[in-house]
């Protein structure tokens, strides 16, 4: 999963949460994924991967995690999550999860208080755990459908549904009220960090038959992960089932 920005996170959590998500049935072909500008994101791809991943963002985030303590990282960290924490309540809110509202609410005043504007996630001790809740999610809760696969320059796979959800997030407080330059460094920050964070996971990627559709694939099993929850529902394949139903069929037939 990539390279830097808020697509960033999301190609991330995607490698964490493949594993769960696709232990269920479902129709994963590659072909259930709108993707009618395949040749200009596998151009997109090639870029983000073998370019500015391999020569600027990676080296970047090696030096970043080798030269900045631990506890540094971690405090500049909070604090860019933490702003986070406004739009996810109110997305929360639009889905009607009433206790993941307060709670990220919750988070958002003691962490930005206690907490020295985020530096010390002192909510997590108090059992308030972050659950981020984008506007792309509350636009799939109502059931509008991804759209078609975008892979951005630099900041990798997406869904015309996604960057709709990014937009109407950087009008909440305190996103909207953030100068260039701050915001610059706030996704700098989110962009190494979640880079350091795929170390582990990059082999999944080079081991796969064609890296453009694993990566295609786990961004929207992660979509599909998050917006339900961590409980998406069973998909089975209607002609897989026939078949199964008929091999069955003949089975009891031979007794």
Request: aromatic share 14%; with cysteine; charged share 20%.
């Amino acid at each position: 999963m990539k390279f830097s920005f808020s697509s960033l996170i999301k190609i991330a959590l995607a490698f964490v949460t493949l594993g769960l998500s696709a232990c269920s049935t479902t129709n994963s072909g590659d072909n259930e994924y709108s993707d009618p500008l395949e040749p200009v994101n596998r151009a997109i791809w090639t870029f983000n991967w073998d370019y500015a991943d391999k020569y600027v963002l990676k080296p970047a985030s090696q030096t970043y995690v080798t030269y900045v303590p631990s506890p540094l990282r971690k405090g500049v960290y909070n604090i860019v999550l933490n702003i986070n924490e406004p739009f996810s309540a109110v997305n929360s809110l639009l889905q009607l999860k009433v206790n993941r509202a307060a709670q990220t609410s919750g988070r958002f005043v003691l962490n930005s208080t206690v907490g020295l504007l985020g530096f010390f996630d002192v909510a997590s001790y108090a059992g308030l755990n972050r659950q981020e809740e984008e506007f792309g999610e509350v636009l799939g809760y109502y059931g509008v459908p991804d759209g078609p696969y975008l892979m951005l320059p630099l900041l990798g796979p997406s869904s015309v549904r996604d960057e709709t959800g990014d937009f109407v997030d950087g009008l909440y407080w305190p996103m909207a009220i953030i100068d260039f330059w701050p915001n610059v460094a706030r996704y700098m920050i989110i962009g190494l960090e979640t880079r350091a964070q795929l170390e582990e996971q990059e082999a999944l990627l080079e081991d796969s038959v064609d890296p453009y559709v694993f990566v295609k694939q786990v961004y929207f099993q992660n979509i599909t992960f998050r917006l339900y929850d961590g409980n998406p529902p069973i998909i089975i394949d209607e002609d897989e089932e026939a078949e199964l139903d008929a091999d069955l069929d003949d089975l009891l037939e031979e007794f």
